[in-house]
């Protein structure tokens, strides 16, 4: 039984980051206005020569949201994807 049990703990703690990207990339769409207003800092950095996914915007992101710079790469695609296709 403590075998079972502890391969049930491991397993539910491998979720969790499952479960916070979901509520993250959930967060997108329940807040538009935010997601537009970081579309809109996408463009200034393209502007500049600097793509979505260039260190120096996911730094950015991450900086702003305080995520891991994986999350803050996978939000910035996410809120491109939902509401800026536009950008490079």
Do not use: W
């Not at 397993?11 to 479960?19: D, E, I, R, T």
């Not at 500049?48 to 996914?53: H, P």
Request: positive net charge; glycine residues 2%; hydrophobic residues 40%.
């Amino acid at each position: 039984m403590k075998p079972f049990l502890f391969l049930l703990f491991l397993f539910s703690n491998s979720l969790y980051p499952v479960f916070s990207q979901s509520n993250l990339l959930e967060s997108v769409r329940k807040n538009p206005d935010e997601a537009r207003d970081l579309c809109n800092k996408f463009r200034e950095f393209n502007s500049k020569g600097d793509s979505a996914s260039s260190t120096k915007v996911v730094t950015f992101v991450a900086n702003k949201k305080k995520l891991t710079p994986v999350n803050a790469e996978i939000f910035s695609i996410y809120v491109i994807g939902l509401h800026c296709p536009d950008i490079f």
